[in-house]
Nanobody, 119 residues
Framework: QVQLVESGGGLVQAGGSLRLSCAAS????????IGWYRQAPGEQRELVAS???????NYADSVKGRFIISRDNTKDKVSLQMNKLKPEDTAVYYC?????????????WGQGTQVTVSS
């Protein structure tokens, strides 16, 4: 199991930057995939970015070139640096972890943090 606690959300103007952090209760190297999802009002939750235990990153097309996911293993933390923010980036951002369990994955979620980008 793993517990996830997000921090760093807030209000920012378009073009600005925010950095989200997700503190995990275990080493991020021991987590098969850890990353960020977001959900805007009336929309489905969508993957923003993820990083595997082997360091392979994956980004949604809408954030490529603007967002960077990274791990700080000394602090068991994953961060999402968000640059050139747009109003359409407004959403609740959730930290997500997937742990392999046999042929399936157990999934874990943080409580979410609000990001609001004003135009």
């Amino acid at each position: 199991q793993v517990q996830l606690v997000e921090s760093g959300g807030g209000l920012v103007q378009a073009g600005g930057s925010l950095r989200l952090s997700c503190a995990a209760s275990r080493s991020t190297f021991s987590i098969d995939v850890i990353g960020w999802y977001r959900q805007a009002p009336g929309e489905q939750r969508e993957l923003v970015a993820s990083i595997s235990s082997g360091g392979i990153t994956n980004y949604a097309d809408s954030v490529k070139g603007r967002f960077i996911i990274s791990r700080d293993n000394t602090k068991d933390k994953v961060s999402l640096q968000m640059n050139k923010l747009k109003p359409e980036d407004t959403a609740v951002y959730y930290c997500h972890a997937a742990l392999r369990c046999g042929s399936d994955y157990d999934e874990y979620w943080g409580q979410g943090t609000q990001v609001t980008v004003s135009s």
